[in-house]
């Protein structure tokens, strides 16, 4: 079963699947070389862009979330802010600052590649990261999807995927389900509430305290990303030089007169859902 901490993830913007993903591979990458011992020799590593990593990536902002995964960062635990200063360092300096303390070749401009005719067979957002030795040999050569949500899997793992019951899968859940008509049913026959038989599955894998503060702090960041949209202002990243709308429409709300009409609530709610956007398309987390 997934976990709600699975499906419900703090990351940066502007996409799961184009920023949070290559993030993971490339702190993966950088974890395994460390692991396997190859870190330490080590000079050089290149990053490849596949199919759609490609062709929207500039967009995605996905060469700074390559960037911020080989500088070994996570997308739930980065300062948004620290990760700019640090990737326009990489970008000024051309060089990595890897977890043994070295720093290695790496110029964002020529080791990040953007591969327009390289189209993966198996998912279109394919991600190949590459080590080398003084010598120049390749000493690492790994080739990974992002599969959306911010998951991410190896060409091993899509080309041999689960067979047999997916019930049985990892930690076995009282309440086991494939589909909302499996929930609900067992809802009826259990006499339980959603967030009952939820909860009572999240309890096989950590204590029921720490499910609740997990998801403290997720509705946190949730709340904080608001607060942050609806004040600030300026120009959103990219080309178009389109503005932030949030803060003004905050204003506006703020000293128009009171009102529970219901035109005005919707007002409110959708001052929110673009406060939420544009923090999204900056990069911010949420």
Known sequence: MLSVLDI???GIG?????TVGPIRIGNRFM????NSGKLADTVGIEAELQGSL???GVGHATPKAVVLGLLSLEPETLDPEEADRLVALAYKEKLLLVSDGRKIRFDPETDIRFAYDVMPD?????LRVRAFNA????????TWYSTGGGFIATRKQLEKPVEGDILAVGEPVPFGFTSAAQLLATCQSEKLSIDEVILANEDTKRPRTATHEALDRIAGVMMACIDRGLVRKGELPGGLRVRRRAPDIWQKLQDGPPSNEREQLFDWLNVYAMAVNEENAAGGRL
């Not at 502007?14 to 184009?18: E, L």
């Not at 198996?122 to 394919?126: S, V």
């Not at 010598?135 to 790994?142: M, N, R, V």
Request: hydrophobic share 35%.
């Open 8 to 10: 419900f993830r703090v």
């Open 54 to 56: 490609a062709l929207t």
């Open 122 to 126: 198996l998912h279109p957002n394919g």
């Open 14 to 18: 502007p996409s799961s699947s184009h």
């Open 135 to 142: 010598q120049g040999s390749t000493i690492a050569d790994e």
């Open 31 to 34: 974890a395994q070389l460390a």
